[in-house]
């Protein structure tokens, strides 16, 4: 079993749309969770960053973060074909030498 | 602020050559990372330096290695190159371990390496 699961779509939706995508992992000592979107041909650029349980909210974007069940989930409202990239789920446990452990990334296309 | 920046964006190598890739990392940045994405894969951890030294180690073998400068600068060497060698290496930057959980990891935008 892979330490991070990340369906990787790709996922199909009209703008204006509410998405939903999500993360498992399986490392209880994952503290640190981030999400990060790629477009192509470029670096990941971070878009949220959670500390342990909790939700977290920046414009369109909220992230949550179960650790009971180990599942996370990024949210993105209004949805714009501006958004149309991989996103890509990271975490890491304290004291990893900041390691991060990524998913394989969702390909998001949101059609105008 | 400057951001990450990786040199050269491609390169095409011939399996068994040696390869040096090179990053320069957002300025107050210390501590730099570099990660292998392989086509339609997430980014694996390679290694990370700190203060010019190594202090993590992802699943690679002796062949990749790498150095940070005294201005944090950071180049990644790859012998032998291998088929599988073939993909985005991207270097990542921080600014601090203390400070990293906050500020997370500025990404370049890679160097895509194809062995042939």
């Known amino acids: 079993q892979k330490e991070v699961e990340q369906d990787p779509g790709p996922l199909s939706v009209p703008e204006g749309a509410i998405v939903s995508l999500n993360c498992t992992y399986s490392n209880s000592a994952f503290q640190y969770f981030m999400w990060y979107r790629q477009y192509s041909r470029k670096g990941p650029e971070l878009l949220m960053y959670t500390y342990s349980s909790g939700n977290k909210e920046d414009g369109r974007f909220t992230a949550q973060v179960d650790k009971s069940s180990k599942y996370i989930s990024l949210f993105i409202r209004d949805s714009q074909p501006s958004d149309s990239a991989t996103y890509l789920c990271a975490m890491r446990s304290e004291g990893s030498n900041y390691k991060l452990t990524f998913g394989k990334g969702t390909l998001l296309t949101v059609n105008p | 602020e400057t951001g990450v920046t990786q040199s050269p964006t491609h390169l095409i190598k011939t399996r068994g050559q040696q390869v040096t890739l090179r990053c320069s990392s957002q300025?107050?940045?210390?501590?730099v990372s570099w990660y292998q994405q392989a086509l339609g894969q997430g980014p694996q951890f390679i290694f990370q330096?700190?203060?010019?030294?190594?202090?993590g180690r992802g699943n690679f073998p002796p062949r990749f290695s790498g150095l940070q400068f005294p201005n944090y600068s950071s180049e990644l060497n790859v012998n032998a190159l291998e088929l599988d060698d073939s993909a985005l290496y991207l270097c990542a930057s921080s600014p601090g371990q203390t400070r990293s959980y906050k500020y997370g990891y500025t990404f370049g935008s890679g160097t895509r390496l194809t062995v042939v």
């Open positions: 300025s107050g940045h210390n501590t």
């Open positions: 330096y700190y203060r010019e030294e190594e202090n």
